[in-house]
């Protein structure tokens, strides 16, 4: 079974920091790109930051210079670096992957892991 699991949520006061991880875990034979997203309460779900396999990585305007993403492709996972956090970073994050299974390319998602930062 594919599966994405999350880790590293919490609560922090704002000007903190927190880790978010997400592992990529069953009969997986390539993994494309990863990259992370957030839903805050009555709002869409919004693009935080994406990582390809080669290293690329993408940002939010609004998280840019704070907010930094990574991955080790021998682990199959992806991590988020969030410093200098702020409020309005409040929201359920959600780690996405397109994963290369024995059905095709798909893509994932894990099950959202709660931020919350308080002023």
């Known amino acids: 079974q594919v599966q994405l699991v999350e880790s590293g949520g919490g609560s922090v006061q704002a000007g903190g920091s927190l880790r978010l991880s997400c592992a990529a875990s069953?009969?997986?034979?390539?993994?494309?790109?990863m990259g992370w997203y957030r839903q805050a309460p009555g709002k869409q779900r919004e693009l935080v930051a994406t990582i390809t396999r080669d290293g690329s990585t993408n940002y939010a305007d609004s998280v840019k210079g704070r907010f930094t993403i990574s991955r080790d492709n021998a682990k199959n996972t992806v991590y988020l670096q969030m410093n200098s956090l702020k409020p309005e970073d409040t929201a359920v994050y959600y780690c996405h992957a397109n994963l290369v299974v024995i059905t095709g390319a798909r893509d994932y998602w894990g099950q959202g892991t709660q931020v919350t930062v308080s002023s």
């Open positions: 069953g009969p997986i034979f390539r993994i494309n790109i």
